[in-house]
Nanobody, 125 residues
């Protein structure tokens, strides 16, 4: 089992920055890929970014060039640095983890087995 705890959400003005963190339990963090998704009321959960267990990063089109995902395997933590925030980035952001044996894709909800509780990000315009 992997438990994920997100932090770092909050209220920020448009154009500002926030950094989300996701701390994972377990001793095999370096062996599985991690992702960030977001969701607003009435909409499906949307892929934001993912970092492969080998270190490669992938981004949704709406955040490319503004968001950066990274991981610190020594701290069992994945980060999402969000810059140039827009009102449309307002959402609940969820951290997700794959199983250590999963070697499928990275951008779909069903690629992930474990989910955090979510953290609210609100961008005021």
């Amino acid at each position: 089992q992997v438990q994920l705890v997100e932090s770092g959400g909050g209220l920020v003005q448009a154009g500002g920055s926030l950094r989300l963190s996701c701390a994972a339990s377990g001793r095999t963090f370096s062996s599985y890929s991690m992702g960030w998704f977001r969701q607003t009321p009435g909409k499906e959960r949307e892929f934001v970014a993912a970092v492969h267990w080998l270190g490669n990063a992938y981004y949704g089109d709406s955040v490319k060039g503004r968001f950066t995902i990274s991981r610190d395997n020594a701290k069992n933590t994945v980060y999402l640095q969000m810059n140039s925030l827009k009102a449309e980035d307002t959402a609940v952001y969820y951290c997700a983890a794959q199983t250590a044996s999963y070697r499928g894709g990275l951008i779909n909800l069903n690629d992930y087995t474990y989910w955090g509780q979510g953290t609210q990000v609100t961008v005021s315009s």
